[in-house]
């Protein structure tokens, strides 16, 4: 969908929708096949298809207008803020944070809109207004359900039930596109209930430095490696299809976990064939370097498209980390695996403190070059106020210039 109008309006949101009365109806199929040859979606498919096809844009950029790095490149910031359940403490960070403060795009994934779990707050358009930005939204699913793990006990009911991705910019966004990508399971199997599939959020943007287009992009966390390089590869072909030519940035999370996650019988046999390769050899060269080898094709597929990854990123740098203790990861893991799989976790991460760190988060471009004063970097450690995590990731950041014609 292809979005022009930047001028903020009082009007409603185009992705309000009627399908709240029905979604205990719908939650009763378990499969995508058995709903799709339901009397009552082909009712509502219409409104479903377009609310998931839907892109929301505004502009509350100020009259005054951003200021560019002194530096002369652009900084993007990739994270995925976890629903936005603690908004306002990242909108904090986004704007005091000394590093992600001076961010002229913000490549975000996991945002909610009219989720329980999140106050049923618009996470997107909130984070834009607050920080005097221009920002795209395109939902991914419509929940059927509060969440997964501790979330499905949030208080209150979801009210326009939507979860997506979105991207920020500091300077105008002229395009926008919300890109559907194939799903890696059936989103009605399980207690999580959701119709649609991951999309990317790609954008053109106006920068001083020049005009580029950004991606922010989620790939599928129970999915295969090969399906997310699957992913990645719509991803590329629709860039290329765009015109004109243009420098390009794609950044966010993209599970690069090492795992076969489609299944949790998959996942739990590629767990002990990774104690018998070594944990700490694993947890140091293949989860924080998961393009070595069991994400290599995802990678081969940037790299055969002319993409750069690797100095856009800081090595080996983890953006997610994993501990024993984590009640409400380990909640959510419960959802789909054996519980007798803890016990396997804590005695092969005895000798690691419980802890291990992987590398989910990234960024590859074409036309862009990272700049030699500021060389990219994971932010770790984002706290709150009361000293809570913000997000079970953290942000990546980019200082770029666009390469000479």
Avoid at 20 to 26: N, Q, Y
């Amino acid at each position: 969908m292809d979005t022009l109008s930047l001028q903020p309006t009082a009007a409603p949101s185009p992705l309000e929708h009627s399908l709240r009365p029905h979604f205990g109806e719908l939650a009763r199929f378990h499969s995508t096949k058995a709903l799709e040859a339901s009397a009552l979606y082909a009712r509502l498919r219409p409104e479903v298809e377009r609310v998931l096809g839907g892109v929301e844009q505004e502009d509350f950029i100020s009259e005054e207008g951003a200021t560019p790095l002194d530096c002369g490149a652009v900084r993007a910031t990739a994270w995925n803020i976890e629903r936005g359940i603690k908004l306002d403490e990242i909108v904090r960070v986004l704007r005091e944070d000394e590093v992600l403060g001076r961010s002229d795009v913000l490549l975000l994934t996991e945002l909610d809109y009219g989720m329980a779990r999140s106050g049923n707050r618009h996470v997107a358009r909130e984070i834009a207004e607050a920080l005097g930005m221009a920002y795209a939204f395109a939902p991914c699913y419509v929940n059927l359900s509060k969440g997964s793990g501790l979330e499905s006990g949030a208080e209150g009911e979801n009210a326009e039930a939507l979860h997506g991705n979105a991207l920020l910019s500091r300077w105008p966004i002229r395009r926008a596109w919300s890109l559907a990508l194939p799903n890696g399971k059936d989103k009605m199997r399980g207690r999580e209930k959701r119709l649609g599939s991951q999309r990317a959020v790609v954008c053109e943007i106006e920068h001083p430095a020049g005009t580029f287009r950004a991606v922010s992009l989620h790939l599928d966390a129970h999915s295969s490696q090969r399906h997310r390089a699957r992913q990645m590869k719509v991803v590329l072909d629709f860039v290329e299809r765009l015109g004109p030519p243009l420098p390009v940035l794609v950044g966010g999370d993209w599970n690069t976990s090492t795992y076969n996650s489609r299944r949790a019988v998959y996942a739990i046999a590629g767990f002990f064939r990774r104690v018998l390769m070594g944990v700490g050899h694993v947890i140091e060269k293949h989860y924080l370097q998961p393009e070595r080898w069991f994400e290599r094709g995802l990678f081969r597929e940037l790299e055969r498209r002319g993409y750069a990854y690797a100095p856009l990123n800081e090595p080996g740098a983890g953006t997610l980390h994993y501990d024993v203790k984590d009640l409400a990861a380990n909640t959510n893991m419960g959802e789909w695996v054996p519980r007798w799989c803890f016990w396997w976790i804590e005695w092969a991460l005895r000798d690691h403190g419980g802890r291990c760190s992987l590398k989910l988060d990234w960024f590859a471009g074409t036309g862009v070059e990272p700049d030699p004063q500021s060389p990219p970097r994971v932010v770790g450690g984002l706290r709150g106020g009361g000293g809570e995590v913000l997000s079970d990731h953290d942000p990546i950041v980019l200082d770029f210039r666009l390469a000479e014609a």
